[in-house]
């Protein structure tokens, strides 16, 4: 169970699952796995998430399926993510996310929200109540294990999510993307198909959306080739997307015009792909040459000849298109017969993707999420995007960020500290009032960075490394740790304090102490100091005073009552006085280190 757990992309396994694709019905708690009416198969989403609640969507839905009929809500936390999602480092995947609200919680109110995958922003998700909204990238992956995960931007519109698809992809498809770079689906169209097209009709399960004749002048053909081979060019069209086409219904004076509402008003760069076969076999006579005008410039040297039987391609990368942008198919000069399209895709870039961060530092957050289980909730990349890291660690702004610190004041956890090492660029550790056990770990002590530690109000116990005590640079707060005991000192324990019961907070202030409090990182104030040299001071001045006064005043107070008594009685007053005195400079210096210290965290976070 504990693989289900795991930080998302970084945690190194001893055994990796083979490339297979997944689907993962959200919201579903059911532990079968069921085959739906595309022949893929699903599994629930406990493995992969440990928040969120999972809720169900009205069965008056038209044309609900089972994989939409769930989703999993987010009412907690700046993001939520599906981690452990394995598809295998260098891997070129196709993920797919998809979001149907259907009124489930009866406020008639889709939200908004940010979605991501692997640190990097993907899109901005504007839902729908009766509609399913998909986002599907296509990009190379940086890591073993990918993470997809919603985010909240507005207040009470809360994250949901309804399933998510992860296909592997042959690494020569969209040969022309940079793997530094992300495509974002805007438009897959099959012209002139009658019916969605994917799997099984797709062995990469891409959706491609039928699209009739768009307009005048405009005809729908089909091809008489008893197979059409999608194998000729490295994007693998399915067949089904090759057997019809859209041509003009003149002869060669015509023009097929393509625009894409998908794309924005302002342009962008668009990467397009645009398939072509032969509906028909040609004789020596005919000719179908075909020339792709983008807003009436020629965007290829050369014009195609589809191939009857066969796939043809032509691909852009880094073209400049909007929404106004129209993508012409003309005939060449040399064609006898009108110009046709059988598919299309477009899609955006990504801004350039993150290495995500860096892997030391989660290496060393993934011992942490192991070893403590109310930690496994959390899960994505750490630190980005920036505005969205955990909410108990701080990261620097590089474009590989390291963890600085760590806040889990609070946090309910209990057994030993795990080794972080890997950490070193931790400036601040801070598991104070928790119920951490077992000895102080020997590695904090050589953290180069590592500027405050506060281990307060714990059940630790054993010697505290001396690479802390001997440290001059670091804060170290171990108060409320009762079986500790600093290096050179007599640790006399029950014989179970290394691995000693969980004690409440309540019955840990009552418990006496054995030894004195470590404080270390604080100063006892000068007057404390002071009145402590004066008590010793004046004791042994009544000492060497001592036998003149009894001298003195032997004859008038027989029975031994001599005013050597008195002093020491005197020197006693004085004595408690001063140490009561010293514990109260001592207890008002602890407050005010822990008040400094919390004040010190809010401000971080």
């Known amino acids: 169970m504990i693989t289900h757990y795991l930080l998302f992309v970084f945690l190194a396994l001893s055994t990796l699952p083979t490339l297979a694709d997944v689907n993962i019905d959200c919201g579903s708690t059911s532990k079968n796995v ?50 452990n999602i394995f598809a295998g480092k260098g891997s070129k995947v196709m993920v797919r996310a998809s979001f149907l609200y259907g009124n489930y919680d009866k406020k008639s109110s889709p939200p908004s929200f940010d ?75 099959a012209f002139g198909a009658k019916d969605t097209i994917r799997n099984p009709n797709d062995v990469y399960d891409r959706i491609w959306d039928p699209v009739g004749s768009t307009g005048e002048g405009i005809t729908v053909v089909s091809s008489d080739a008893l197979y059409i081979s999608g194998a000729s060019v490295d994007d693998s069209p399915p067949e089904a997307a090759l057997q019809n086409a859209f041509t003009t219904a003149t002869n060669t004076t015509g023009s097929i015009d393509l625009t894409f509402s998908d794309l924005p008003q302002k342009a962008i760069s668009v990467y397009a792909n645009m398939y072509f076969s032969e509906v028909t076999k040609l004789d020596s006579t005919q000719k179908r040459s075909i ?40 005939a060449a000069a040399d064609s006898t017969l009108p110009p046709l399209i059988n598919a299309m895709e477009v899609f955006s870039f990504s801004d350039e993707l993150t290495d995500g961060t860096y892997s030391d530092d989660v290496n060393g957050l993934a011992s942490l999420l192991v070893n403590f289980d109310v930690l496994q909730a959390w899960g994505g990349d750490p630190c980005l995007p920036a505005p969205y890291s955990w909410d108990w660690i701080n990261c620097t702004a590089d474009a ?8 889990l004041n609070s946090f309910g956890l209990s057994g030993a500290l795990p080794d972080f090492s890997s950490m070193t660029s931790l400036e601040t550790i801070n598991f104070s009032n928790n119920s951490i056990t077992g000895l102080i770990p020997d590695f904090l ?45 007599s640790c006399e324990t029950d014989g179970n304090s290394y691995e000693s019961p969980t004690r409440s907070s309540k019955n840990r202030k ?6 004195t409090p470590v404080i270390l990182g604080s100063s006892i104030p000068s007057v404390v100091v002071a009145l402590a040299v004066g008590c010793v001071l004046a004791w042994f001045y009544h000492k060497r005073r001592r036998p003149a006064v009894a001298a003195h005043a032997g004859g008038a107070r027989p029975e031994g009552a001599t005013v050597t008594s008195s002093l020491h009685e005197m020197v006693s007053d004085i004595g408690q006085s001063v140490m009561e005195e010293v ?12 008040t400094e210290q919390l004040s010190h965290q809010e401000g971080q976070q």
């Open 510 to 515: 009552k418990r006496k102490n054995k030894k």
């Open 34 to 83: 069921y085959v739906d009416e595309n022949s893929l198969a699903w599994v629930g989403d406990n493995g992969y998430i440990q928040s969120g609640e999972p809720q169900t969507v009205p069965s008056t839905i038209i044309g609900l399926t089972n994989v939409m009929s769930t989703l999993r809500v987010f009412t907690t936390g700046k993001k939520n993510c599906y981690s």
């Open 291 to 330: 020339q792709v005008n983008i807003d009436g410039i020629s965007a290829f040297s050369k014009p195609i000849a589809p191939v009857y039987g066969e796939a043809s391609e032509l691909s852009l990368s880094n073209y400049t298109a909007s929404a106004n942008t129209t993508f012409s198919l003309v």
């Open 445 to 489: 002590g050589t953290l180069p960075k590592l500027k405050l530690l506060n281990l307060a109000d714990n059940n630790l116990a054993g010697t505290v490394p001396s690479s802390l005590t001997n440290n001059k640079n670091l804060k170290l707060i171990l108060t409320g740790n009762p079986d500790l005991c600093l290096p050179g000192n």
């Open 400 to 407: 590989t960020p390291r963890v600085t610190a760590l806040y």
């Open 115 to 189: 979605l991501q995958f692997d640190g990097n922003h993907w899109a901005t998700v504007v839902t729908s109540s009766d509609q399913v909204v998909s986002h599907e990238a296509i990009y190379v992956t940086k890591v073993d294990y990918i993470s997809v995960c919603v985010a909240q931007t507005s207040p009470q519109q809360f994250p949901f999510i309804s399933a998510i698809e992860v296909r592997n992809l042959d690494g020569n498809m969209y040969g022309l993307l940079d793997v530094n770079y992300a495509l974002f689906l805007k438009s897959r169209f």
């Open 583 to 594: 514990k109260v400079s001592i207890r008002d210096e602890i407050t005010s280190e822990m």
